[in-house]
């Protein structure tokens, strides 16, 4: 995931199931996504370490489940 562009990146819970993103780089942290809501990667402060990506995930136990992961231009 490249910031170069000046964009966001969130991830959108599309059910009603719990679901956390979480993001490691230099330190981990996570955020729980509510149903039918979005978290922005940003918004959780993990930055990536040297010149390492920064890995990001969604967990959640409900195998039926759905979620989006996308790149946006900007904040609406």
């Known amino acids: 995931m490249s910031k ?7 991830v959108e819970n ?6 956390t993103v979480y993001c490691a780089g230099v ?5 729980s996504v509510p149903a039918g809501g979005r978290v922005f990667v940003e918004d959780l402060g993990v930055r990536a370490s040297g010149g390492s990506p920064l890995f990001c995930g969604v967990v959640t136990s409900d195998s039926t489940a759905s979620w989006n992961v996308t790149a946006l231009g900007g904040r609406a």
């Open 4 to 10: 170069s562009g000046g964009g966001s990146v969130a």
């Open 27 to 31: 330190d981990r942290k996570e955020r």
């Open 14 to 19: 599309r059910s009603g199931a719990k679901m």
